[in-house]
């Protein structure tokens, strides 16, 4: 029997897969190199979050803006004074306006766009505080 074409095939099959081997540790290597980047960049994202929140924490709070509307400031004013939770209809006897369902109405949806604002938070269905 004649091995040499047996050896021959597997000489060639021996060439591949060394150049395939070859192949995967370039990628390899090059894979490596990219993840000490990543990691790398992670480090840095790490330590820049980490000085934003220190310096956030001694920034005052900057208030939202309030919608242009001369109520407003005044709704604030009554929270501010308040001691406990307001309801729409306080609020307009506060602000010295008629006890009508549309202004009761009217007033409710400016706290609504208060809470959205995140100025107000609902402590109780209608009952509101200034948010702390």
């Known amino acids: 029997m004649n091995v040499q074409p047996l050896l021959d095939a597997l000489g060639i099959q021996e060439q591949a897969a060394r150049a395939l081997a070859d192949d995967l540790r370039e990628q390899i290597t090059e894979l490596q190199g990219r993840l000490r980047e990543a990691e790398t960049h992670l480090e840095h994202l790490a330590i820049t979050q980490k000085t934003v929140t220190a310096l956030a924490d001694r920034l005052p709070a900057v208030p939202p803006d309030l919608p242009e509307h001369p109520d407003y400031p005044r709704i604030l004013g009554v929270f501010n004074d308040a001691t ?49």
């Open 84 to 132: 406990g939770p307001v309801r729409a209809r306080d609020l307009c006897e506060a602000l010295d306006h008629e006890l009508l369902p549309k202004n009761i109405e009217g007033t409710r949806a400016k706290l609504k766009r208060l809470v959205r604002l995140d100025i107000l938070t609902e402590v109780d269905v209608g009952s509101l505080t200034r948010k702390q």
